[in-house]
């Protein structure tokens, strides 16, 4: 029994490392905004940002400028007390790390992305200098989530939608980079996946191929 225990821990593990993302997540009670590793758009107290300190971001404001916006570090969380006000979208990516259980050494990097409400499509897009980003596509009340590398649609993608209601949905993306459509207003958050088969090497360490997590977060109106 013991070691039946052991295993199901083990099997387990990489599920539960794999829900966890990087969340840009916009104040509900002011300015500014807090970055989370969760599987929830809370900070999860059992998880340091250590291995995600390094991430940089960049907000686009309503004219086009882009400025880097400065955060601090917290143990369980990032905060950003400005550069949020008046920007249409907030970027940026990050290097995770190895994956410790991958069957190939993969390298882990994480893109997350926040979107103001009401910005949609072109406007909401990066483009070309975004490795990887969720676009929010909003068209007749309907909103789905497009999955671009360099600006160019990813086929396939994995990840999940969750809804303003909190229920999540598991998604492959299509031909051309979308999710199915969403009626509901309110908050979403999105993660979407994208391994790129390129061998490379970071810190001195060779990898054969990168995992890429895109996540969104974005108010629908």
Known sequence: MRYLVASLVLAAAPLVAVAH??????????????????????????VAMTKVHGLKLTARSEAGKETPVELATAEHQLTAAAGFDGAKVVYGSVVYGFASKAEVPALIVYHPKFVAAGVTGKEATVGEKCALEIVPVTVGGKTRFQLLAAGKP???????????????EPFKTDKDGFTAAFEATGRYAAYLRHTEAKPGEHEGKKYAEAKHYATLVVDVK
């Open 21 to 46: 993302m990087v969340y840009i997540v916009p104040n509900a009670d002011g300015p500014g905004a807090v970055v989370v590793f969760s599987d929830t758009l809370a900070a999860d107290p059992k």
């Open 154 to 168: 990813v086929e396939n993608g994995e990840g999940t939608v969750t809804r303003p209601d909190g229920k999540k």
